[in-house]
């Protein structure tokens, strides 16, 4: 995944809001990585990084807040940890994998 | 022969039980699909006996298919009714055969049990089962078949079912279908038997062929996933699938995952972790078979290993 470095986009997606993942979706963590099941039975798979953000989207925290934290964890750029999260949050939205707001 | 009265009226259900059948099979199941079947073609009931022998059940069958002779179609010989519904109308008796199929495999494959459905073959050997998961044209029949030659007994084509809980393989040993292409290489036919291309379908290319399975398994637990790719030329390649890529090729040979959810994904995985899940790429169906026993060869002795 490419990291887009972008502040305040159209779609409304910045640092300042708090993604939430869509609770009714099925889901399985494997080794590491997590598949995912819509109603409409398409599958979605997520790599290990992927998962990571992916539990941490419970509507509590925001980007930001979760790129400091995620950095401090790994030891990664802020900014980069920043864009990358931002760029997978937009990715999720787009697939229909997050509630709307 | 009869006319045909039956199109478009009402009580087509009584009308259908009046009529003297020249044949009925014996109560059959797919699964948890029980049916039977009667036609007023004595020589197609022979032949249905012949290819369904392996279905047999002792439970009543929730659907009777009907197989009507007609005399006055320009163009129809045949109808074809499940219990009191017209599928289809047929010039040839391999034509309704296919109809039946499809519509048995279809019930197989999407009523409600305790069971997911995959798209897959499967065989058996000494009460350890194999999965052959993929889509059309991968191999999965000419394999399976090619391994009951080799001494394993069948378990299905087209579609397996595995208990929810225990990952136990239950039997669907329909009749296989392949190419004759196919076929030579399959070379002398011990695990299977030609039956009959007299009732050969004149849609399905013009040397397919109905194999009927000699040897049919017993439930068994799932030892191990072989997802086939034949390739013409190509050599033989095995190559190990991570656990999560395994959880998704078994939902995308799901038939019911959408219906089931969660729950359904949650078997898969339990599968997906416990069963060693391997891709085959090969374009010499005895190497691959080789290949494939070795796999079983080595789950077993590392199940024994514990």
Known sequence: ??????????????????????????????????VLLDDAG???????????????????????????????????????VRSDVLALARQLRHLGLLQAW | MTSTPLIGTEDIAEQLEAIPWAHRTPRL?????????????????????????????SERPAVVYSILELEDRAEARYAFYADGTQIAL????????????????????????????????????????????GPSGAGKTTLVARLLQSGLRYLADEVVAVESTSLVVLPYPKPLSVESGAFRSLGD??????????????????????????????PSPAALVVAPGYRPGSRTEVEPVRSADALV??????????????????????????????????????????????????????????
Not at chain 2, 37 to 45: E, N, S
Not at chain 2, 279 to 291: K, N, Q, S
């Open chain 1, 1 to 34: 995944m490419e990291p887009v470095v972008q502040r305040g986009t159209a779609d409304g997606l910045d640092g300042s809001c708090a993604p939430r993942r869509r609770a009714e979706l099925a889901h399985v963590e494997l080794d590491g990585e997590t």
């Open chain 1, 42 to 80: 398409t599958l979605y798979q997520l790599d290990a990084v992927a998962t990571i953000v992916w539990r941490c989207l419970d509507g509590s925290a925001t980007i930001d807040s979760l790129a400091v934290d995620l950095s401090d964890a790994f030891h990664e750029d802020v900014e980069r």
């Open chain 2, 29 to 57: 199941h797919a699964l948890d699909h029980r049916f039977a079947v009667r036609t007023t073609d004595a020589g197609l009931g022979r032949y249905l006996d012949l290819l369904l022998g392996s279905l047999a059940s």
């Open chain 2, 90 to 133: 047929c010039t040839t008796p391999g034509e309704c055969l296919s109809w039946l199929l499809w519509h048995v495999n279809r019930a197989a494959a999407s009523l409600p049990g305790a069971s997911v459905r995959l798209h897959a073959a499967a065989a058996e050997r000494d009460g350890a089962a194999i999965l052959i998961p």
């Open chain 2, 189 to 218: 036919v011990d695990g299977v038997e030609p039956a009959s291309d007299t009732f050969r379908d004149p849609a399905t290319p013009p040397d397919s062929v109905w194999l009927r399975p000699l040897a049919v398994g017993c």
């Open chain 2, 249 to 306: 090729l078994l939902a995308e040979s799901s038939f019911d995952l959408p219906a089931r959810g969660e729950s359904g994904l949650r078997i898969l995985a339990a599968m997906a972790e416990r069963v060693p899940c391997y891709r085959l790429i090969f374009g010499d169906l005895d190497a691959a078979v080789d290949m494939v026993i070795e796999l079983l060869d080595r789950s077993t002795r590392s199940d024994e290993a514990g």
